[in-house]
């Protein structure tokens, strides 16, 4: 089996070809291939298929082998492998979550999100004897937004991890994200990934979450730059209309690692 590794914000893959692969087959080998220093090693596994000319399907493991409807980061890596392969730079990719357009030009890749859903502001929730305000949003994924401060301050697997299995968030958990204001148009996030269990370099549904709930609450501007934990800035391009935020498009750099062949 011929593997490919593709990074994104520091946020890396393991991508596959789908050769119809069984979803219990999928699980294992990504619980098998994501453990790192033990194998190659990923944030995630990335099974894609071609269905036909600019249309593709992907799919993705985490790693602890759960399937996630999708990833932000992980889709940005599909769409630039599969521009590179098949030299075009416009193509759709069909998830759990939905359709998503992809736009590639040479390193950069920019993809329009789903519709996020199932928006709250201004939730609030107790662990660790204090009081947490938050928003919750789906942006394909659950995602829990955090305003703190100082993000140097914020242990965020301590944190993230006891939110992430709040029983608010039941059964299916969620991903957690703490975010800090740079200024109006800037901001800083560092995600708890449900799946990966940790912090990631970053996340690109967190990083989408992030900047909807930010222009929901406090700002104006159609573009936010999120500083990721990977010290990349990533984009996200948004329409806001009254209380409603549409069009989201996701933009960032993919870098092609390497590749190699399971024995």
Sequence with gaps: MRFYKLQASGNDFILIEDKLYSTTYLKKLAKKLCVR???VGADGLLVVKRLNKDNFSM????LDG???EMCGNGLR???FWISKKNNINKLTLHTKAGKIPAD????YVKIKMIDSFDIKLNISFK????RWQAS???TGVPHTVLFVKSLDRIDVEEIGRKIRFHKRFAPWGTNV???EIIHKGKIKVRTYERGVEKETLSCGTGVTASAIIFGLKYNGEKIVEVLTKSGEILKVYFKKENSKINNVWFEGKVCYLYEGKLI
Excluded: P
Aim: overall charge positive.
């Design 127 to 130: 662990i660790l004897k204090k």
């Design 177 to 179: 994200d703490f975010v």
């Design 59 to 62: 799919r993705i493991f985490n």
């Design 37 to 39: 220093r033990l194998s």
């Design 104 to 107: 590639i030009r040479g390193c």
């Design 66 to 68: 759960s399937e996630a």
């Design 77 to 79: 890596c599909v769409a």
């Design 136 to 138: 919750y949003i789906n």
